[in-house]
């Protein structure tokens, strides 16, 4: 994502901003962001990642298209769920989990 960072002064956030460690000009975002900041969707493809293991990302300010994983449904129904988000999405929330 970029985040739109004087939107969200403007709005009253705080983001908590973290250097990434390996990609100076990246920089990652601790917590939730409302879906208002977001500026533009893009990738942000892992270094030397092969083509075979990039997920197709769906578009993140879509957010009924995020997969929402309920831990306290059946190890079989869970199993299907985390496959299908790590390998068509690439990102997914998980729920029930009791923390």
């Not at 879509?62 to 929402?68: A, C, G, V």
């Amino acid at each position: 994502f970029v985040i739109d960072t004087q939107k969200a002064e403007e709005m009253g956030l705080q983001l908590d901003l973290v250097q990434s460690a390996d990609r100076e000009e990246v920089v990652y975002v601790k917590g939730p962001v409302p879906k208002e900041v977001i500026f533009r969707v893009e990738a942000n493809d892992p270094m030397n990642l092969p083509e075979s293991l990039k997920a197709k990302i769906v578009d993140p300010r879509s957010f009924q298209d995020i997969p929402i994983i309920d831990l306290s449904q059946s190890d079989d129904a869970v199993l299907a769920q985390l496959r299908y988000a790590c390998t068509v999405v690439g990102f997914m929330q998980v729920v029930g989990h009791g923390v």
